[in-house]
Nanobody, 117 residues
Framework: QVQLVESGGGLVQPGGSLRLSCEAS????????MSWYRQAPGKGRERVAR????????SYADAVKGRFTISRDNAKNTMYLQIDNLKPEDTAVYYC??????????WGQGTQVTVSS
């Protein structure tokens, strides 16, 4: 059974940090580009970070540049998102996504991040 499971979300104060994890099972992520998306209530899902299959290239949405860092450990079949200096507008459900060269595309169920004082 192919699965992506996010973890690490929670309630933090503005300025705090979180490290989200996305662990894959049923397939190896080493040949997949990986991404983090988020969706706030009433808003569409937006991609916040992306990393190539080998981890040699990353990209970020403008709103999170300098605060979010995407990384991966293919040996552990896990991808991460380090979030620093959290802002209230970062409150959302965060999802991981694995994308193969061709048609394969997998999504996790999401982990809730809430930023509030």
């Amino acid at each position: 059974q192919v699965q992506l499971v996010e973890s690490g979300g929670g309630l933090v104060q503005p300025g705090g940090s979180l490290r989200l994890s996305c662990e894959a099972s049923g397939f190896r992520i080493s040949t997949y580009a990986m991404s983090w998306y988020r969706q706030a209530p009433g808003k569409g899902r937006e991609r916040v970070a992306r990393i190539t299959s080998t981890g040699t290239s990353t990209s970020y949405a403008d709103a999170v540049k300098g605060r979010f860092t995407i990384s991966r450990d293919n040996a552990k079949n896990t991808m991460y998102l380090q979030i620093d200096n959290l802002k209230p507008e970062d409150t959302a459900v965060y999802y991981c996504k694995a994308t193969a060269v061709l048609a394969a595309e997998y999504w996790g169920q999401g982990t809730q991040v809430t930023v509030s004082s």
